[in-house]
């Protein structure tokens, strides 16, 4: 049996347990309770997450399958700018793999591009924020780009989020729904048999 670790923020929460579930018979599959939140929040918390759910270095895990990119899109209300400027996101995302190959050296990462909002993607609404699409869709360039250059791999929920009705979605944001949670999950499952078969 193989051990998959899944990181990320909340839309990783949404389909976790429907992965774990469905790949119940090939793998075990681990996630912190934690939401990953920002990329840097991730970074930071990584060998925390990690030392813990491999039961302090008894588990070594073969995929980590991780995703962030919501939270650093924030548009600040205030601000005409994205929370993290695109530069800084793809100096990030190389550091969380590096920390990643360094924490499991084993594994195969694979990143997952980040979904599509209802905007303005902001439960608190305008005055205080706002997510948009156009900056997920640059930021989903510049993750391509930094995982063709790190050789690492890429589960395309973007394109499977644009596809799905309103109806999939439990907010602007999430997908905490049978239609979406199933649709993301297949996909993950999906991305995961393929690594596993490819090993």
Known sequence: MRNILLLG????????EYVRNKLQNIAYVHYPNDNGRFGYFTLRYLHEWIRILSKYGEIDFDIVHFNCGLWDVLR??????????????????????DRISILCPKAEIIFALTTEVIEPGFESGTIFGERKNKDIKKFNQIALKVCEQLKIGVDDLW?????????????MV??????GIQALGNQVVKCLRLAIEGA
Do not use: C, G, W
């Not at 999430?174 to 239609?179: A, L």
């Open 9 to 16: 923020d909340s839309i990783r929460q949404n389909y976790q």
């Open 76 to 97: 600040l209300s205030n601000e005409d700018r994205t929370f993290m400027d695109e530069e800084e996101y793809a100096e990030l995302l190389v550091r969380i793999a």
């Open 159 to 171: 394109s499977i989020s644009k596809e799905l009705p309103r109806e999939a979605h439990s907010d």
């Open 174 to 179: 999430h997908y905490e729904t049978d239609i």
